[in-house]
Structure formats: C-alpha cells, structure tokens
C-alpha cells in the first residue's frame, strides 16, 4: 500500500502557498485566522482534551494567547486524551515504530508517522494525515531559495536532481520516512533520491556518496562539516552543486567552512518533527516563517511574548495544518529572535533568526561563572580552526576537549584550540581551568545521527538559565547577544559590576553595568571577530 497522498489537495495548497508567498500581511493573517478557528475547531471535536478546555467557546472567537502552554511529556503522558482519531493507539504507535520495515509505512492505512529523535528527553511520536502531509510537501518545494536560477529555469521541480540526504536512516525520524515516502510514491525517483546512513563508518559514507554523485546532499550542518574536511582532504570525491542543511545551528564560520570545501552554495532551512517547513532562507539570506500555516510565539521564562529583537527563553507552536494530533502552543525548546524589520526580498512573511536548542552553558570556576555556548563556538571556531569537535565539562574546573579527526594534525589543531580557549576564560574571570584534549574521539551521536557540541554538567542550585545567558529582565536583547552579555546568576551578587573587561557592541555601544561580558582575547578586537554573532543568517535547527 501507498503512503498516504491526496493529489487533488495538494493542488490546491501548492497554488495557495504560490499566491501566499506574494501576498501582503494582512492576506497572511486572514489566512492564519481561517485555519486557526479550523484547527481549534476540529480538536474541540475530537480531542477529549480540547473538548473539555473549549467548551462553551466559539473557536472563531478564541484568543489563541489565552490557551494554555502544552509540553511533550504531558501530551505523551495523555495520548489517548489528546489525538483526535481514538483508533490511534500509542501503544499500537510504539510498536510500529520499532519495526524498521514500516518506515514510511501507511498507519491504519491513513496516516504517516515519525518519532522525533529525543535529543531534548523521551521520544515523541506524531501522526500526520493526507492534508497535513501535502502542506509540507508543497512548502519544503515551492518555499526553498532558488540557489541556480538557470537550472531552475529549466527544471523548477528539480526533476533531474540526484539528491542524497545523509542521517540516520534506519529510524521512524522526520527526514528518514520523508525521504522513504517521496521514494514509494514515485519509483522513478528511486534511483535519484538516496537515503545513506550517517551512522556509518567514514570511509563507507564517502563510498556510498561517490556511488550516488549526488547533485544535491541534504544534512545536518556538523554531518556536512565532517564531509567537508573529507572533501578538503580529498577523501570524498562528489561535485554537488547544493548543500541543503538543517535540525541544528548553522554558525557563520561552518556555512563558509562548508561552501569553501565544497565549491558550492548553502540553503539552510528550520524544521522540526512537528512541523517538517517552519522556515526557509530567501535569496537575501534571512529565514522567513511558513506564517501561513504555522505560528511561532517567542516568550520568556513566564510565557510572556518577548517584542521584537529580543532572544526568548523558548518558542510555541502551533501546527495549523494537523488536525490528528492538535498541537497549539507547543513548547518546542528552541529559542528565536522575532524581526521587526521587513525582508530586502520584499516577503511579508515574517523574519526569524533562530539560535535552535543551542548546547549547554557552562558554570564554570569557584564562583559558577556562566559562559555562553556561542562564544566558546566562537572561540574554537575562529580562534583554533577546529570544526568537528565536543566540548564536555567534567567538573567546575575541568572540561574535556575530543575531535573525530585523528592524527599528528589532529593534535596540532587541539593543542591550538586549548591555549585559545584557556586564554578566553582567563579573561572571563575563570582561571586554573583544566583542559584535558582527546583526538581520534567521534561525537556520540543520538539515535537520530544529531548530537551536542557543548555538553555541562547540571546545576543542583539557582535559577534554570538558558543556554543563551539573559539578563535578570528574561532575555537579552540582540545587541546584547551580539557582544555575549549575561546577568551574574548569583542573588548574592545582585547589582554589583560584574568584574571582568567590557568589550563594545557591533554598534559601537557600550556594555551595561552590573552585566558580564562575553569577549575574545585582551586587548582590541580585530574587525569581525564576532562574525558568528553579527552577520545573517542565525539559522538553526531542529529535531
């Protein structure tokens, strides 16, 4: 049996989405309202959750901030309660799962279903139907930035593309049945469209790409790293003319790192197992929402709305186009920053930078000094050169450095990387640090192929902060991530100057007092040494 395809409505969406991509704000919005009220709707009918807390309440009417936050565990906790067909059974789910022959199988003959890796906990599962699963469809291909504008030209469905996509292909995850169910609704692009494990051995992932001679290979930014630095090598003998990246951060420093090695442009999109096409990056660079079908809230600690320009503790969402599996006001994890600026390209479609769920911050040193993950990516990044590496902090005053490369330059790159990185928290305040280096050392890797960069230990005291530090008001506004700014955690020290230097912002401001300051070496900055934080895009990452 065939997965699960509505040709009729995929019409349909594909030429809304084509008229939406051109439409005004206020077009936009009277589409997102129509299919809200349709969302809430449909899982007042059929969801016993929704069916309880909309009661009473006309779903045109209902004001989508005044609902309540849902998480994963709780909704996983109560899946019964929650999906809206009761012939779903998580249990019935599970085992499907489990089973690598089902991968893109139909679910009850109706229904695609994925599990989203666990990188953030336990493994949720989602179920998607025939109209959910065509409105992704239609924006991962009509919303993709047009990278070769000839060869779009003449092939705007990218029919003659031989794509590969690098991952974990041996599980129910997002991108592996995505890929598994374009393959069994078309044979002819069976040959064309490859899925290989990233799981591998190195030297068998390289043969496998250089059997397929992809045109186009889409993975995850630290996956396309480690292919660039076999490409450099000259380990890897594949000419793509794209790279299509995603489910994690994308810095600056990898995307250049990655089109140098690889002679060829970058397109970096944001998706999660919730939502495949959340966003996309347009020809200028900047990563647009897919607004028209999803809705992204920004909000701090408390689960106020964060104004534009200011980094959120975390991001809701809500899925306007499944109407199995309500999701509204779905904590996500990541954290994204909201443009108040519209797009050089002229999109309405709203503007996002998002930061993902970044790795850990660090507490390091007799007083848990906090040291944000952008800036030590920054530091081994820029500073050493070192791409394809895990930093792991063993204790308040140790941390273990390991990269996958191997050998007499290996080790070189290490030993760089450690003094740069012992001189940057020396000037943070954090002295006598223990750097312990370790080559030949793979990152462990989630059952997804994805995993941290930045791992800390966790705090038994204090205030949950975020991995991007925020100021005691519950975020930090962009200027401020821009030069690394923190508030000092410790109620002790509550509106004291934080010691330690202060460095100015990319425009040309200064610090604020009582606030820490992120800064790269003593002395004058050369110019674009926080290129990571500074320039366009911020693209990240999901699940």
Known sequence: ???????????????????????GEDSLAVRRARRLSALLASAADGSPRYRRLLKGSDPGTVKLEELPIVRKAELMDRFGDWVCDPAVSLDVLRRFTTDPAQIAAPFLGRYVVWESSGTSGEPAIFVQDARAMAVYDALEALRRPVLRPLRHFFDPLGIGDRIAFVGATGGHFASTVSVERLRKLNPAAQSRLSGISFLQPIQALTAALEAHQPSVIATYPSAAVILSEERRAGRLQVAPSEIWTGGENLTTAMREFIEQAFECPVANSYGASEFLAIASECNAGRMHVNSDWVILESVDAHGCAVPAGILGSTTLLTNLANHVQPLIRYDLGDR???????????????????????????????????????????????????????????????????????????????????????????????????????????????????????????????????????????????????????????????????????????????????????????????????RNFGRHPHPGVNH
């Open 1 to 23: 049996m065939l997965p699960p395809f509505d040709p009729w409505y995929a019409s349909q969406v594909c030429a809304d989405i084509l008229v939406a991509s051109h439409a």
């Open 336 to 530: 994204i920053v909201l443009s108040g600026d519209r797009c050089p390209c002229s999109s309405a479609l709203p503007v996002i930078e998002v930061h993902g769920r970044d790795d850990d911050t660090l507490w390091l040193g007799t007083r848990a000094i906090p040291i944000v993950p952008l800036a030590l990516s920054t530091v081994l990044e820029d500073e050493a050169g070192l791409f394809d590496f895990r930093l792991e902090q063993r204790s308040s005053h140790t941390l273990l450095l390991t990269t996958g490369m191997a050998g007499v330059d290996a080790d070189r790159l290490l030993d760089r990387a450690r003094k740069s990185l012992g001189q940057f928290l020396a000037q943070q305040g954090v002295g006598g640090m223990k750097i312990r280096c370790k080559s030949g050392t793979p990152r462990p890797c989630g059952r997804s192929g994805k995993s941290r960069r930045i791992v800390g230990i966790p705090r038994t005291s204090g205030p949950p902060y975020s991995s991007v530090a925020r100021a005691r008001s519950g975020a930090l506004s962009r200027r401020q991530l821009q030069c690394g700014v923190g508030s000092n955690p410790d109620p002790a020290l509550q509106g004291q100057r934080a010691t330690g230097l202060f460095c100015k912002s990319l425009h040309g401001g200064q610090a604020h007092p009582g606030q820490r300051v992120v800064r790269l070496r003593g002395g004058e900055r050369p110019e674009g040494s926080f």
